[in-house]
């Protein structure tokens, strides 16, 4: 088992769920994006997460894809497994399926649907904790959520043993990076991911461990040479880096608002530049999502061509 | 089975959830919740609602709270089930056993963690009419799924067949009541039902074919009276009858914010006040919310006495 | 002086505010505007409220509106000025000219920019209650201010005399029939006016005092006549008055959303429908906001001519 | 005149108004800190910013407030000054009186209250531009004003002459840095401002022109420190002086939020270090925010002492 805490960093992507046309998990595309990540030199993989679609899976599907993921890892790099749910009841099914698949650690949000108070998020954790013993990333992400985590109850699981550390895909760059500097300064092991791909080699500089990047399924050469350039201290090869990764992050506006929410657009463009790219049969998505067509297809390849992926 | 559009209307309460101390779903609780609402007179039951806490249930408690409800009915009054997911494969997983336990017809939300567009929307609709075939009642309630239904969207589900119905707990009175306006001009036996405790007369006044109250949970008898006083034309009547359930409903107010979101709140209130009303034996939560204590359940006592109900 | 709390209710528009092509206020225009609203049989008249674009005026405007239309009212019916503005010591600024210029009374929101607390809106209120002793309607328009009066807010500043009542744009209907029950039970004489146009007789059912319906510049003898139609207890005729009224409302969707924001639609919306019906000159707005073009009134038109306005 | 694009960069602290307790400008305060942040090595001084309580100040009170710190500047940094308003006329009023009191240039927020198109915000812009002839700076502020200003409607404004830079108070930091990369490529001179204090060392490193810290009026000593740190390449020191500035931020919240709103909280905490540093003589706020009081004060002290300013 790979080490979650302590001296777990770097380019972590959330990894993309290919489908079939009949809407069943594509296990082999799903293979070639796991050895298309590990030949691209990331430092760990978050099956099951945001952009992995999770949301539209059902139970056997993320059974389906903990596996594959984790065997394709091989035990190279670590693999956590997101345990994305409603309620603490179903979380920690979620939780149990994982470890037995394998996992090295647990990505776990706030409860949704309902609303909850800071006290009973606290609850959720701790339940998901005491039942499975693995390592848990904290998950703040309130778009999908509602519920931001405030950097109190981060601080305060952390210190409880509850949690090892965070994702932090809340938006906010300025309170994460409040968090990372009391995280380094009290809490030296929590590992601090941003999940925003914008911004990965500030994060760095800030003292972050590392980034869960969507747009990584994309570029992982991109975004490990990024880490690797803020790692040496080139800071203007990491910018001039990080700014094509930012004009790359562009094929997310090319699905059509009329016909997408952000999810289709976002977790679409990722899929069409892997099908652009070679790695997958298919950008179909989880239902009731769309998928891009082939003028939405057209404008990710120019952009790929324009940033060196094609 | 007992018709679910054209003359489907009234008071029907979405039924909560007891549990037993070991977080199961009390079954026996359960079904003198059904006897105490239709002993109150109620037009239908809601099963698995919001209000029921279905966003914390396992599939399993699903089931058996379905059961209980369709069982304790005994085919009195329709049934509704809330298919309440996130994607449309799970939501035809329980559509499909709601199905085959006997209910009269489906509550479906927007999907969400994902935020999906008004087309994806409709697509997670079509999908779970083709696969199921009970009439279906459109849930707007963007509290919780995050996407508001546009009254557009929801009137081009009606002419397409694909929705009989909605249950309107956006808290948008002003939209919800120039749908019932264009529904009573353009689809005359689309049903149309407010979630809003506080303004039911004012919906049915309206137009409005009824009400899903959660608070109809702790009074019953005084959400039919309201309804047939308004029926009656007595309006200066069902005015006071409102006015006094307006009291009652400050009882969600009696649960402490430090401890409780919304949902514990306003759920846990309902709960309370039946068991101090000896209809339910405990009022512990779904996890991970938080159960009303001591303090707060001597507050509902209070209101409870002084609206009349203890 | 007409009378502001008590017996003050009925129907209130917002004075639209027609401009001239060179950006002034067309008094002519105005002064039309005012005995048409009369001559409809309206029981007030509001100057400077939202729909009347008093943001997007000079102080001499102001004035120049004010003076206009409390000359217009002639005492036939109590004239209100909405003092809106950021701060204490500009709302006070303009409540003295309001004084000054023979208005019967004030309308007030929070301050905005700054995000108040409740007890900072408080002292706004009393504040302005002090420094110019007319009474006072506060004016819950969190769509432009961004913070919502609290109920609570509400009562305790009347039960302390600083307001003599409400006009409430919120969009909540149902914590405004909270307030009006409340009101009702423990302050009879606080007055209490929806701002929504399209549920005015639900909320005089509930026992409001009336409204003030931007709408009402378009059709203020319709909206008198769905009053007085509640008066007499004739609620199905209120109804169908009230459903001729949704469709009129929906002029204000004729507004292109690419050129126009929420403010330029709506109350362009009613100025082009005053043009249309012979009242005012122009359409022009206050600047920055977009007038409505050919086509846009074109659909607005149509729709006057289907709700027998043209 | 002191150059405003091109080479306009650095520290530019949005200057605190002190009042008396007679809620007039005190002038001599204000002056005492604009040689305070003169004495720290500032490089521009920002008049009537959000900081500066501008929405809570008369019209004259602005003019005083110019006149001082234009005289205090006394040509040694650039002065910008807000014209912070509702409406394209009273923000023509303000930058007239600001142009001819010596300003070098404005700063600009979307119209609020009515809530704008993107298209009406351009044509704001463009008539103040017209107008008054000074270069502007865009001010992102939607938790203000409400309204994002569209990264897209930022290029093109910059593209089209009608403004020199962006001042980004937002909190959207990834959507910021896409804006300086895309404007490193394109559009060499546009300076690239952020308002968030707990960020400043990164938004230099991703290549932004400098900072408008509130904080800055704290200390700005310890921003300019900051800014050469990152200038010289020391990013391991710009960290260790950011993370001291993140623990002086926490001085906002020692305000009680029972009564305080965000502003009085943030700004009142700012003079209330002000107070405690010697360099103003009371923290009295424009009204009706509330002062921190005894307490409050005792727990802005402690965090003074605990980061090395008193």
Partial sequence: M??????????????????????EVDVE????????????GVHGLFALGSTSE????????????????????????????????????RSIEHARVARQLGVDGL????????????????????AIHEAVGLPI????????VQTKLDRRLVLAMAVDGLIVGIKDSSGDEANFRALVAEARATLPSFATFTGSELVVDLALVAGASG????????????????????????????????????????????????????SAAAFGGFKTA?????????????????????EET??????LEETGLL
Same sequence: chains 1, 2, 3, 4.
């Fill in 54 to 89: 999770t949301a539209l899976l059902t139970d056997q599907q993320r059974a389906t894809v903990i596996e594959t993921i984790v065997t394709g890892a091989a035990g190279q790099v670590p693999v956590l497994a997101g345990v994305i749910d409603m309620s603490t009841a």
């Fill in 211 to 262: 980034c869960v990047p969507g747009l990584g399924n994309v570029d992982p050469a991109g975004y490990v040479r990024l880490y690797d350039l803020v790692g040496k201290g080139d800071l203007e090869g990491a910018r001039l880096e990080q700014e094509r990764l930012i004009r790359l992050f562009s094929i997310i506006s090319a699905g059509s608002p009329e016909r997408m929410g952000f």
């Fill in 2 to 23: 790979a080490p979650i805490s302590g001296d777990f960093k770097g380019i972590v992507p959330p990894v993309v769920t290919p489908f079939t046309e009949n809407d």
């Fill in 137 to 144: 990333l904290a998950y703040d992400i309130p778009f999908a």
């Fill in 107 to 126: 990505v776990l949000t706030a409860p949704y649907y309902v609303r909850p108070s800071a006290v009973e998020i606290q609850a959720h954790f701790q």
């Fill in 29 to 40: 595309s799903l293979e070639r994006v796991v050895r298309f990540l590990l030949d691209g």
């Fill in 274 to 294: 892997l099908v652009l790219r070679g790695v997958i049969a298919s950008n179909v998505m989880g239902r009731p999502l769309n998928r891009y067509n082939a």
């Fill in 298 to 303: 057209a404008k990710v390849r120019t952009i």
